[in-house]
């Protein structure tokens, strides 16, 4: 009786101290994390910024310029006065000086609310740059899972699936639709909750048709890996 009694109390002990007692619940949720940058409407803002800037420059030029003709002006007024025979420098100067008003007032026009649109601009392009946009849906293809999106964001958390080694996923941002493909390594790991995560590793962009991409290089695992996709 006291040997079976001693054996039912060492199988109790086992039991009880199970390490993982649990471990036939399986959590999974690894994510992927996605940046979309339109660099097509930051090119668009360089370039009218760079007008902007020409139009500014060639302004200031042309006043420096309308300043150097009215000293020289006002020496060959001064050499007249003095009894000099200057009348046809005088006479050029003043067409000179007439056209650099001109050109002055048209430049003038064209600048106005410059600097307050450049400022406008500029704080766009800072908000493109960010990543912030609204992407319309991102269907996880031979899942039948769609994500469907009403606000913007800078970061996208995807979801990877774990019945294989590859997801892909058809991404529509204001109405065009492209197709992302990832590939990675699953693994399993027992996570604080004692249940088994099935994660993934060595997530990498085999697939993508955007302009370009910044690759994961480091910490390429289930929630730190970010890819920054332009176009």
């Known amino acids: 009786m006291k040997n079976i009694l001693g054996i039912l109390t060492f199988f109790l ?3 009880a101290c199970d390490p993982c007692d649990d471990c036939d619940s399986v959590a999974f949720e690894p994510t992927v994390s996605f940046i979309f940058i339109n660099q097509d409407s930051i090119n668009s803002i360089d370039d009218s910024l760079s007008v902007f800037a020409f139009n500014d420059s060639s302004f200031s030029a042309n006043v420096d310029s309308l300043d150097i003709l009215r000293d020289s002006l006002q020496s060959v007024n001064d050499s007249i006065a003095n009894g000099g025979d200057l009348n046809s420098e005088q006479m050029n100067l003043e ?3 007439n056209e650099r008003q001109t050109d002055s007032a048209l430049f003038a026009t064209i600048n106005k609310d410059a600097d307050s649109i450049s400022g406008i601009f500029n704080a766009t392009k800072t908000i493109i740059n960010s990543g912030l946009l609204l992407v ?3 269907e996880i293809l031979g899942a039948s899972s769609t994500l469907t999106y ?3 964001a800078i970061i996208w958390s995807i979801p990877l699936s ?3 080694a590859f997801t892909q996923y058809e991404v ?4 065009e639709a492209e197709i992302i493909e990832l590939a990675y390594d699953n693994f399993q790991e027992v996570g604080e909750q004692r249940n088994v995560l099935i994660r993934a590793e060595n997530i990498r962009v085999v697939n993508e048709p955007y302009d370009s991409l910044i690759n994961c290089e480091e910490n390429c695992i289930d929630g730190e890996a970010t890819f920054t996709f332009y176009f």
């Open 95 to 97: 067409q000179w000086i």
């Open 13 to 15: 002990l086992i039991v």
């Open 150 to 152: 009403q606000d913007s």
């Open 172 to 175: 529509t941002i204001a109405g």
């Open 162 to 164: 774990y019945e294989g």
């Open 136 to 138: 319309d849906q991102i």
